[in-house]
């Protein structure tokens, strides 16, 4: 794991470094470089900065120089351009932090020192540690000509000069890479291919992070679910030769007899539609469909490691969408959990399935207080959202507000589609309660209506990361989400967990 320390200008070893200064479009202040006393490096560098382009300014670029120290040697300074010095923001730093170490990689940097060349609030460290640390992330496991080489996350030193705050600051550090390991093990599972990730194989994962202490981990195989009338979970999987499974973790660390909150992640190992087969463009980011299950055990696994006082409930249902003659079908009515019958009228509508019966299934067992979920539910999502927007549609708008109001400051941007009664007006069946396409128009909206069916008066939001669980066309690209799964929405709600906004 990447080596994160805060120092003191006095404990700067500038050989053999990397010392990484920013640059103000508005502003050529560089006073901060005045404390390294062991060179007139601020005279050097300031002359070196006049001479280059305005451009080198401008927020995201960077350039590396070489400047003459006092005994002849070359020192590395890599300059980034931060844009405006009142327009940098968490956000901007985070993306910043992703962008020095992406360069100090390809440089093969060891040691970095990052100056303080923005205030050194907590906010702001947490987001430039953030930065450098996610965009490190490499997926190699099935790269069989890696070697021994080692991954440059596990080699490189960054140091974070502030001059104030290290004791809190310190504590940002830990905090924060307990938080990026969560979701590099996320991204980890979301990555791995199908024939190597089936449900049984989500489900060790997630055993993986029992503790008992903290995490007591139940796994409910197919007959277990078919005793529950979990019919919506097996009705989805019947098509595939991995049978399913409902993952239940608890996190209790708050007051005993407290209600929880409860996460529920849906973890489709692979969607082919079923008999309402997919065309193949694509088919392999199905892959992908199990990413709101990974988000939820990456959560849990982040709580298991910061022993917040909370109570928590992670519900995973895990299916294989896939069509056999074993597969359910378009026309079928299934029973579901809560007693609803569902009219399948297509088969690629499987997430709402298996949500629902883990939505009921939570709703009975544990009362909780509230409920969030995630799920890359619908396409319809990305057409209305476009792919660095997640949709969060619910019963509670306090909740839903929160969580808008959290993502803006993590940069999992989330934003809220209605749910007005006329959407669940489109879900009505001629046969049974419900079905489970609600027409071409306002898909990611009428998915939402389904669920609302399964969570009772529980206030409760739902997430559709569909176009940000993994990088795809029109993703606007992020210093800190290298190619591949993102672990949306890990970051949010940790937050939101440590701050008791849930
Ligand atoms: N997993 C897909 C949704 C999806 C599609 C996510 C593309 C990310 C990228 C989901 O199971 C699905 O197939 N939804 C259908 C619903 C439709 C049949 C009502 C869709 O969006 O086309
Ligand atoms: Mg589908
Ligand atoms: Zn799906």
Redo the contacts with the bound molecule.
């Keep these: 794991m990447v080596d994160i320390s805060i120092i003191n200008y006095d404990e700067i070893n500038l050989t053999d470094s990397l010392l990484v200064v920013g640059l103000y479009e508005d502003s050529d202040d560089l006073d901060y470089l005045n404390k390294i006393r062991s060179i007139d490096l601020q005279e050097k560098i300031s002359k070196l900065i006049t001479a280059t382009n305005k451009n080198t300014k401008k927020f995201g670029k960077s350039l590396l120089f070489l400047v003459k120290d006092d005994k002849n040697e070359y020192l590395k300074i890599l300059s980034v351009g931060l844009g405006k010095y009142g327009e940098l923001n968490p956000n901007k730093i985070r993306q910043i932090g992703g962008i020095i170490s992406l360069k100090a990689k390809e440089l093969s940097a060891q040691n970095i020192i990052i100056s303080n060349f923005y205030k050194n609030t907590i906010d702001n460290v947490e987001s430039i540690i953030e930065g450098l640390s996610l965009s490190l992330y490499e997926f190699n496991k099935y790269k069989s000509n890696t070697g021994d080489k080692p991954n440059y996350y596990d080699i490189c030193n960054i140091n974070i000069i502030s001059e104030d705050l290290h004791t809190e600051l310190e504590q940002i550090v830990k905090k924060t890479l307990i938080i990026t390991q969560s979701v590099f093990y996320a991204r980890d599972l979301a990555n791995s291919p199908p024939n190597y990730l089936n449900p049984a194989q989500m489900a060790t994962s997630a055993i993986s992070l029992e503790d008992s202490n903290k995490v007591k981990v139940k796994v409910l195989d197919k007959y277990q679910m078919e005793n529950l009338g979990l019919n919506g979970i097996i009705s989805v999987g019947k098509g595939s030769e991995s049978p399913p499974k409902l993952i239940i973790l608890e996190y209790n660390q708050g007051i005993s007899g407290e209600k929880p909150i409860l996460l529920v992640g849906k973890a489709?190992t692979f969607?082919t539609?079923g008999i309402?087969i997919?065309p193949s463009d694509k088919m392999d980011?199905?892959k992908?469909?199990k990413s709101g299950g990974c988000t939820v055990l990456g959560i849990i696994k982040a709580l298991s490691m910061l022993h917040f006082p909370i109570n928590v409930v992670g519900i995973v249902p895990s299916v294989e969408?896939m069509p056999s003659s074993s597969s359910y079908r378009p026309g079928d009515i299934i029973k579901m959990h809560n007693g609803k019958t569902v009219e399948v009228l297509?088969t690629?509508?499987?997430?709402r399935l298996i949500l629902a019966d883990a939505l009921s299934y939570g709703v009975e067992h544990y009362s909780p207080k509230c409920i969030i979920d995630f799920a890359?539910?619908?396409?319809?999502c990305?057409i209305a959202l476009g792919s660095n927007v997640a949709g969060i549609v619910g019963n509670d708008d306090e909740l839903i507000q929160k969580v808008v109001h959290s993502s803006m400051e993590s940069g999992e941007k989330i934003w809220q589609l209605p749910l007005f009664e006329e959407y669940l007006e489109l879900i009505k069946s001629n046969i049974a309660d419900i079905k489970n396409?609600?027409g071409r128009t306002g898909?990611a909206i009428t998915?939402a209506a389904f669920l609302s069916h399964f969570v009772n008066e529980v206030p409760w939001a739902h997430i559709d990361i569909?176009?940000t669980?993994w990088t795809?066309d029109g993703t606007i690209e992020k210093s800190y989400n290298p190619k591949g799964a993102t672990g949306f929405g890990i970051r949010t709600t940790v937050k939101m967990l440590e701050q008791n906004l849930l």
């Design positions: 489709v969607d539609g309402s997919k980011e199905m992908f469909d969408n297509n690629d509508a499987e997430g890359t539910l619908t396409g319809a990305i396409i609600g898909g998915a569909a176009g669980a795809q």
